[in-house]
């Protein structure tokens, strides 16, 4: 069974930083790309960034809105992804999931999604 | 970026209703078009991939249809699972997978 578990989420003050984590289990990690989607409370999804895999080399993309402040990471050896997030402002506050990249049809689609974990940006 | 619009934003139906939800690309992305469900306090779910094809274990009466710049989410009959949001995302300009707004639907 695919299973993604998100940890790391808690209160930050503004220009403070957290770091997430997305533990997976039931397929092989180093096959897949994996992103992080949030949710701001009450709001819709925005699309935050991507860690593509080992054959695409580990090349990473983000979101206008994060990137210079997020990273993204992963380790294969520990089934792990991560979310590095600095200088953080009260717009980052959201729930954040990680989700599992598949490809089928020469289209991508988020397969499998983590429960999510809330990140509260506020003094 | 390519912008995802909804229509509804959000509608009311009873059970049993037969009801449609469109999503419109701001330009086309031929079949590269996915829908998710969230229900509150959980993960999204797919639903739809590729416009129309039915994810692994999605009742089958949900179905996509479309391709360019608009898209329908057809639900044949409502069930009371499904009340919840739904989300269209395209995923034919990398790296952004923009999704909709959401269509909200509740109990008539």
């Known amino acids: 069974e695919v299973q993604l578990v998100e940890s790391g989420g808690g209160l930050v003050q503004p220009g403070g930083s957290l770091r997430l984590s997305c533990a997976a289990s039931g397929f092989t990690f180093s096959d897949h790309y994996m992103d992080w989607v949030r949710q701001a409370p009450g709001k819709g999804l925005e699309w935050v960034g991507r860690t593509r895999n080992k054959a695409n080399s580990y090349t990473t993309e983000y979101a206008a809105s994060v990137k210079g402040r997020f990273t993204i990471s992963r380790d294969d050896s520990k089934n792990s992804l991560y979310l590095q997030m600095n200088s953080l402002k009260t717009e980052d506050t959201a729930v954040y999931y990680c989700?599992?990249?598949?490809?089928?049809?020469?289209?991508?689609?988020?397969?499998?999604w983590g429960q999510g974990t809330l990140v509260t940006v506020s003094s | 970026d390519i912008q995802m619009t909804q229509s509804p934003s959000s509608l009311s139906a009873s059970v049993g209703d037969r009801v449609t939800i469109t999503c419109r690309a701001s330009q086309s992305i031929s079949s590269y078009l996915n829908w998710y469900q969230q229900k509150p306090g959980k993960a999204p779910k797919l639903l739809i991939y590729a416009a129309s094809s039915l994810q692994s274990g999605v009742p089958s009466r949900f179905s996509g249809s479309g391709s360019g710049t608009d898209f329908t989410l057809t639900i044949s009959s409502l069930q009371p699972e499904d009340f919840a949001t739904y989300y269209c995302?395209?995923?034919?300009?990398?790296?952004?997978?923009?999704f909709g707004p959401g269509t909200k639907v509740d109990i008539k």
């Open positions: 995302q395209q995923s034919y300009s990398t790296p952004v997978f923009t």
């Open positions: 989700a599992r990249v598949s490809w089928e049809l020469a289209t991508y689609y988020f397969d499998y």
